[in-house]
Antibody, heavy 120, light 107 residues
Framework: QVQLVESGGGVVQPGRSLRLSCVAS????????LHWVRQAPGKGLEWVGV????????KYADAVKGRFTLSRDNSKDTVFLQMNSLRVEDTAVYYC??????????????WGQGTLVSVS | DIQMTQSPSSLSASVGDKVTITCRAS??????LNWYQQKPGKAPQLLIF???TLQRGVPSRFSGSGSETDFTLSISSLEPEDFATYYC?????????FGQGTKVEIK
């Protein structure tokens, strides 16, 4: 079955960096775009960014553009979110999610369990 | 960026009630609208994509409608497991955005 497992979260000081990973299994990883979505404590969902199936194209929310970078290693079924110049307002649970199959990539059909990033 | 506004922000309802949640886009998005359900401490789950297509395995009491700027999610008869927070999301723009969420609580 499809699984996405995030890791790399933790406590970090403002201005420092952190790299999150999302390991996929149960599907042809190299055929799907992957998104990151975050959720601050007690708040709603916020889309962070997306990386295309081959890693050649990325898009980012304005709130993280220039600070966060997406990459992927299709040989290891893994996508990475490099977060630099972290701010207190980046504190959130970070989810990776697959661009949906039945919806022709227009939706997010599988999500990981999330990893918590705390900037303080 | 396209702004998504949901209403209400929260509602109280009883098992068996019909519930309707609305989502409005700040500009026309065709039918590029998805709905997700999130329960406390869990990842969101896809309910509906393309404004009205039920994701596989989602009960038929859920339905979606609308186009361009105005959309609705309906639950025909609330079940205990439906008490959760619901989010709309537009996928018209490369920069995907979510609504602020609607929390459905037990009356």
């Amino acid at each position: 079955q499809v699984q996405l497992v995030e890791s790399g979260g933790g406590v970090v000081q403002p201005g420092r960096s952190l790299r999150l990973s999302c390991v996929a299994s149960g599907f042809s990883f190299r055929s799907f775009a992957l998104h990151w979505v975050r959720q601050a404590p007690g708040k709603g969902l916020e889309w962070v960014g997306v990386i295309s199936y081959d890693g050649g194209n990325q898009k980012y929310a304005d709130a993280v553009k220039g600070r966060f970078t997406l990459s992927r290693d299709n040989s290891k079924d893994t996508v990475f979110l490099q977060m630099n110049s972290l701010r207190v307002e980046d504190t959130a649970v970070y989810y990776c999610a697959r661009a949906g199959e039945d919806c022709s990539s227009w939706c997010l059909d599988y999500w990981g369990q999330g990893t918590l990033v705390s900037v303080s | 960026d396209i702004q998504m506004t949901q209403s209400p922000s929260s509602l109280s309802a009883s098992v068996g009630d019909k519930v309707t949640i609305t989502c409005r886009a700040s500009e026309t998005i065709g039918r590029f609208l998805n709905w997700y359900q999130q329960k406390p401490g869990k990842a969101p789950q896809l309910l509906i994509f393309g404004a009205s297509t039920l994701q596989r395995g989602v009960p038929s009491r859920f339905s979606g409608s609308g186009s361009e700027t105005d959309f609705t999610l309906s639950i025909s008869s609330l079940e205990p497991e439906d008490f959760a927070t619901y989010y709309c999301q537009q996928s018209y723009s490369d920069l995907r955005t979510f609504g602020q969420g609607t929390k459905v609580e037990i009356k």
